[in-house]
């Protein structure tokens, strides 16, 4: 069993700034890449930011300059600092985790619940 649970999410004003935070628990080996999706009324899901297990980040051209991805192995933890919101980003977000969990030898997609973040104008 692995759990990614999320927090951080809210209502915030234009111009402003959110901290989400996903940590993963269960029966976990190690984790490789970790990232975050939304999914905006009406719009598929697409991927925010993507932080590797050796730290490599990639950003949708979107948030590059506004949002910061980052990890903490001794925690499972991912984290997005997002400043500077605008109405666009709005949206639910979810982190994503590949997980390799104890006694296997593979690596699984896990997904967070999802968080409620909006951003008024």
């Known amino acids: 069993q692995v759990q990614l649970v999320e927090s951080g999410g809210g209502l915030v004003q234009a111009g402003g700034s959110l901290r989400l935070s996903c940590a993963a628990s269960?029966?976990?080996?190690?984790?490789?890449?970790m990232g975050w999706y939304r999914q905006a009324p009406g719009k598929q899901r697409e991927l925010v930011a993507l932080?590797?297990?050796?730290?490599?980040?990639n950003y949708a051209d979107s948030v590059k300059g506004r949002f910061t991805i980052s990890r903490d192995n001794t925690r499972n933890a991912v984290y997005l600092q997002m400043n500077s919101l605008k109405p666009v980003d709005t949206a639910v977000y979810y982190c994503?985790?590949?997980?390799?969990?104890?006694?296997?030898?593979?690596?699984?997609?896990?997904w967070g619940q999802g968080t409620q973040v909006t951003v008024s104008s």
């Open positions: 269960g029966s976990i080996f190690s984790i490789n890449d």
């Open positions: 994503n985790a590949g997980v390799r969990r104890r006694g296997s030898f593979n690596t699984y997609a896990y």
């Open positions: 932080i590797t297990s050796g730290g490599s980040t």
